[in-house]
Nanobody, 116 residues
Framework: VQLVESGGDLVQPGGSLRLSCGAS????????MSWYRQVLGKERELVAH????????YYRDSVKGRFTISRDNAKNTVTLQMNSLKAVDSAVYYC??????????WGQGTQVTVSS
């Protein structure tokens, strides 16, 4: 199983980024997908979650209205559209795949830096 994140970059406050996570080696439609982020020295925190069918979506309060999670089961990808970025959004962003049948898998992370 491999999860590969991409799209992280340096962006100015107020800017946008689109993170993507491509999955291989698993039956993608079986897995709930999540984006987490982690700042050095702090715990990893859940940013957004989307279930297998895209019917249940969760956002942490601090990103509601700014971030959008979506998935394409035909392309084995999950994306995180991030708008109106703030300095506090700076972190390494990780993709997670989770299934009660298949287990849990993490990507290697992609760095997002919001700074002027």
């Amino acid at each position: 199983v491999q999860l590969v994140e991409s799209g992280g970059d340096l962006v100015q406050p107020g800017g946008s980024l689109r993170l993507s996570c491509g999955a291989s080696g698993l039956t993608f439609s079986w897995y709930d997908m999540s984006w987490y982020r982690q700042v050095l020295g702090k715990e990893r925190e859940l940013v957004a979650h989307i279930d297998r069918t895209s019917h249940k979506i969760y956002y942490r309060d601090s990103v509601k209205g700014r971030f959008t999670i979506s998935r394409d089961n035909a392309k084995n990808t999950v994306t995180l559209q991030m708008n109106s970025l703030k300095a506090v959004d700076s972190a390494v962003y990780y993709c997670k795949a989770e299934s009660s049948i298949g287990g849990t898998f993490w990507g290697q992370g992609t760095q997002v830096t919001v700074s002027s």
